[in-house]
């Protein structure tokens, strides 16, 4: 794993590593930097590898590493600067994605070996899949992809040599294990659905933690939406909803909680439509519970997701969610019945909030319906004990 910071896939791999039996299982984490909100978090009985300079520079930016290493530094920009050209070729938007498949590839050569151990399973759990086939000794190595592949606009010839080394591909939606098999049919027979280990019981008791940096006006809305502010998330779309509420006279308070390289535009979006006071940005919480547990609506605007952790959370917290009608949004609500799933523009979103703002028995019976259900699902640790040779 990268790092600790918070998100949805370092939230996942928590649940992973507080659901295994270590009666049963010695663990190593290896992350590339002993960083983030959530290092506090890693089960005690997890052993931490050291960390390693080499890997560190996968994940820092050409500004960190001018300072550190000169070859480094070049040898990163050229990678960043080869996938732009490789994008701009194919008359495509740069991806994250790909530029990370590029900067793994040119750094690969530089990275020394995690350690001398040989294990049982091997498991990459975000991105740098090539690590684990090239510096990694293990009889079963694992990769997870955490979202919709289709969004990720891959170079497909290289991503398929990275994904063909691996003994097993994971995906945590069958929506999303559809949408890999589309680019890779041949991949087909060793691509594998486990969801996010969630422990319903845990996000219960911390969403009992209070907190002292919210207050309501008498009969306000309060929203929320969690995730990194980068454009998956979509919060500009989250902004204008707001906007067209407010304009409709509608009482309301939206949370973001989250940090990303788009914050001082969305901050500036926000002040421009005249929503200081109203859309209000909290940066990132270890604990986003007792968020969750105060908002009165739970709303993920998202352009795509693979299976949105946060959107599991609020269900498990029996808040009435709302959706964007992102491809795999049906794999976690049933419409109408535990969430809303509404279409991918800021009208749509604003016309699902007021329905549910006028509508009070319809957020409550989303909310009896999603505490009736049972999200926790620690039982899929046994998926991965299956896979251990």
């Known amino acids: 794993m990268t790092y600790m910071h918070i998100g949805g896939a370092e939230r996942s791999l928590l649940g992973l590593l507080h659901a295994i039996d270590y009666t049963q299982y010695d663990v190593d984490l290896f992350l590339f930097s002993h960083e983030g909100e959530f290092m506090d978090m890693i089960p005690p009985q997890v052993n931490l590898l050291p960390e390693i300079s080499a890997y560190k520079s996968l994940i820092q930016p050409l500004s960190g590493l001018k300072k550190n290493s000169l070859w480094l530094y070049l040898v990163k920009k050229l990678a960043i600067l080869a996938a732009c050209i490789h994008y701009k070729c194919s008359g495509r938007k740069p991806r994250e994605h790909g530029i990370t498949q590029y900067c793994e590839s040119f750094l690969l050569p530089f990275l020394p070996p995690i350690n001398r151990k ?62 890999f098999v589309h680019y890779h049919p041949s991949l087909k027979y060793k691509t594998y659905v486990i969801e996010n280990i969630l422990s319903a019981n845990y996000v219960r008791k911390q969403a009992q933690i209070q907190i002292k940096d919210l207050h309501r006006d008498q009969n306000q809305i309060c929203l929320l939406t969690v995730g990194r502010l980068c454009e998956q998330k979509a ?57 969750i547990e105060w908002c009165d609506i739970y709303v993920q605007p998202s352009n795509f997701e693979g299976k949105s952790v946060s959107v599991r959370e609020a269900q498990i917290l029996k808040k009435a969610v709302i959706v964007t009608n992102y491809s795999t949004a049906a794999s976690q609500i049933k419409n109408g019945i535990d969430g809303i799933i509404t279409d991918m523009n800021a009208e749509a979103v604003a016309q699902a909030i007021t329905h549910l703002i006028n509508h009070p028995e319809l957020r409550e019976n989303l909310s009896s319906n999603c505490a009736a259900r049972n999200y926790g699902n620690e039982g899929e640790i046994n998926h991965i004990y299956q896979m251990v040779p």
Request: charged share 20%; glycine share 6%; net charge negative.
């Open 118 to 179: 040989s294990y049982d399973l091997a498991i990459s759990f975000l991105s740098y899949h090539n690590i684990i086939s090239d510096k990694l000794s293990a009889t079963c190595k694992l990769g997870w992809y955490h979202n919709d592949y289709h969004e990720a606009h891959p170079f497909l010839k290289s991503d398929f040599k990275t994904w063909n080394r691996l003994d097993g591909i994971i995906h945590v939606s069958e929506n999303a294990l559809s949408s």
């Open 235 to 291: 919060y500009d779309r989250a902004i204008e909803a707001c906007y067209l509420l407010k304009k409709e006279g509608y009482n309301i308070q939206w949370i973001a909680i989250g940090e990303g390289h788009l914050e001082p535009q969305l901050k500036q979006k926000v002040s421009s439509l005249g929503l200081d006071g109203d859309f209000l940005f909290l940066g990132s919480k270890s604990n986003p519970y007792p968020y």
